[in-house]
Antibody, heavy 118, light 108 residues
């Protein structure tokens, strides 16, 4: 069974950093791209970015709102995808989801809440 | 960036009736549209991709149609578990991938 579990969320002050993890089981991690999305409280879904698998060069794409502050990476030996978030802002507050694949997300984690506040 | 607009924002429907949700793209996205369902406190669930193909395990009462800039998600014979928020997403022109603002289907 495919499962994705996000972790690492919490309360963080503006300007600080946080790293989220997406631990996966149930599929060959190295064969798939991994994506990150977020959802501000009471709002809709927003794409954050994705990282392709090595067969496709491991290339990474980001939303303009996070480019230069957030970094997506992956560890194929551990079946984990990461989202490193630097210089956090209040508007980064929300639930962060990881998903499998890059364009159409058929498997999602349950999400982890990130709150940016002083 | 392609802007996705969903209407209506809220749709009140009685159980057993049909719900018709609309999604409009600011420019053509061909057939590269997915629809997701989201219930409170849960992750989104993929319903439809390529505008009209049901994802694995999705009941036949969910159907999608459209191409270019106009798309529709139809739910026939609404069941209690179908009351949720629905999002369309385009994946034709990226980055970025973009979502509509959502349609909440509520019990009438």
């Amino acid at each position: 069974e495919v499962q994705l579990v996000e972790s690492g969320g919490g309360l963080v002050q503006p300007g600080r950093s946080l790293r989220l993890s997406c631990t996966t089981v149930g599929f060959t991690f190295g064969d798939y791209a991994m994506s990150w999305f977020r959802q501000a409280p009471g709002k809709g879904l927003e794409w954050v970015g994705f990282i392709r698998n090595k067969a496709y060069g491991g290339t990474i794409e980001y939303a303009a709102s996070v480019k230069g502050r957030f970094t997506i990476s992956r560890d194929d030996s551990k079946n984990i995808a990461y989202l490193q978030m630097n210089r956090l802002k209040a508007e980064d507050t929300g639930v962060y989801y990881c998903s499998r694949d890059e364009l159409i997300s058929s498997y999602w984690g349950q999400g982890t809440l990130v709150t940016v506040s002083s | 960036e392609i802007l996705m607009t969903q209407s209506p924002a809220t749709l009140s429907v009685s159980p057993g009736e049909r719900a018709t949700l609309s999604c409009r793209a600011s420019q053509s996205v061909a057939g590269s549209i997915a629809w997701y369902q989201q219930k409170p406190g849960q992750a989104p669930r993929l319903l439809i991709y390529s505008a009209s193909t049901r994802a694995t395990g999705i009941p036949a009462r969910f159907s999608g149609s459209g191409s270019g800039t106009e798309f529709t998600l139809t739910i026939t014979g609404l069941e209690s578990e179908d009351f949720a928020v629905y999002y369309c997403q385009q994946y034709n022109n990226w980055p970025p991938l973009t979502f509509g603002g959502g349609t909440k289907v509520e019990i009438k």
